[in-house]
């Protein structure tokens, strides 16, 4: 089984950009395809966005598109989301999510259903303030 750490959480500026790292260990990485989600408070977990195993594949939800990447490099065993122009809506607890099978699914329902998903890390929290 696969264990997922976040890191790279912290306090910034609207407008300002971050990257959040997702790493893991105890599988192999590249089997895995790979999901970020956030959390406001008092808010449902909401799906960011997702990456296959090769990092070839990748989708971003609507409300950050444009602003918010995947990445992955999986010699590092680490996937990566790239956040840039952010807003105080993006205050969230941002968690990385991985399920086995590297192949994106092709129900954007399925894509964004946290039950899809069994491996979670413990998430890092990210604020933006204006």
């Known amino acids: 089984q696969v264990q997922v750490v976040e890191s790279g959480g912290g306090l910034v500026q609207a407008g300002d950009s971050l990257r959040l790292s997702c790493t893991a260990s105890?599988?192999?990485?590249?089997?895995?395809?790979t999901a970020w989600f956030r959390q406001a408070p008092g808010k449902e977990r909401e799906f960011v966005a997702i990456i296959s195993g090769s990092g070839r594949s990748s989708f971003t939800a609507g409300s950050v598109k444009g602003r918010f990447t995947a990445s992955r490099d999986n010699a590092k065993n680490s996937v990566y989301l790239t956040m840039n122009s952010l807003e105080p809506e993006d205050t969230a607890v941002y968690y990385c999510?991985?399920?086995?099978?590297?192949?994106?699914?092709?129900?954007?329902?399925?894509?964004?259903?946290?039950?899809?998903?069994?491996?979670w890390g413990q998430g890092t929290q990210v604020t933006v303030s204006s």
């Open positions: 999510a991985a399920e086995l099978g590297p192949i994106l699914p092709a129900s954007a329902r399925n894509r964004a259903n946290p039950n899809q998903y069994h491996f």
């Open positions: 105890g599988s192999t990485f590249s089997n895995y395809r």
